[in-house]
Nanobody
Framework: EVQLVESGGGLAQAGGSLRLSCATS????????IGWFREAPGGEREGVSC????????NVVSSVKGRFTITSDSARKTAHLQMNSLKPADTAVYYC??????????????WGRGIAVTVSS
């Protein structure tokens, strides 16, 4: 059984930092892309960042560029999202997703349960 478990969320002040982790099990980690999506209260789910474990190419969306960094650790089958210079607009539930290709969601994806991040002003 494939499982993705997020950790590291919580409360931060504006300008602060948090580091999210996505621990995977049962997944052929090196064959997947790992992405982070978020859903703000009353908002739509949006992609934040993604790294393809086959070529280690990483991407972030413009709204977090320069502030968020995604990395992956193949030995530990874990991905991380380092979030710096946090803004209240970053408040959301963050989901870790294992995909066949970055940004391309499909039936073969695996999702974590999500973890809340709250940034106070």
């Amino acid at each position: 059984e494939v499982q993705l478990v997020e950790s590291g969320g919580g409360l931060a002040q504006a300008g602060g930092s948090l580091r999210l982790s996505c621990a995977t099990s049962g997944l052929a980690f090196d064959r997947y892309a790992i992405g982070w999506f978020r859903e703000a209260p009353g908002g739509e789910r949006e992609g934040v960042s993604c790294i393809d474990n086959r070529d280690h190419i990483a991407n972030v969306v413009s709204s977090v560029k320069g502030r968020f960094t995604i990395t992956s650790d193949s030995a530990r089958k874990t991905a991380h999202l380092q979030m710096n210079s946090l803004k209240p607009a970053d408040t959301a539930v963050y989901y870790c997703v294992a995909m066949k290709e970055c940004w391309v969601l499909g039936q073969g994806d695996y999702w974590g349960r999500g973890i809340a991040v709250t940034v106070s002003s």
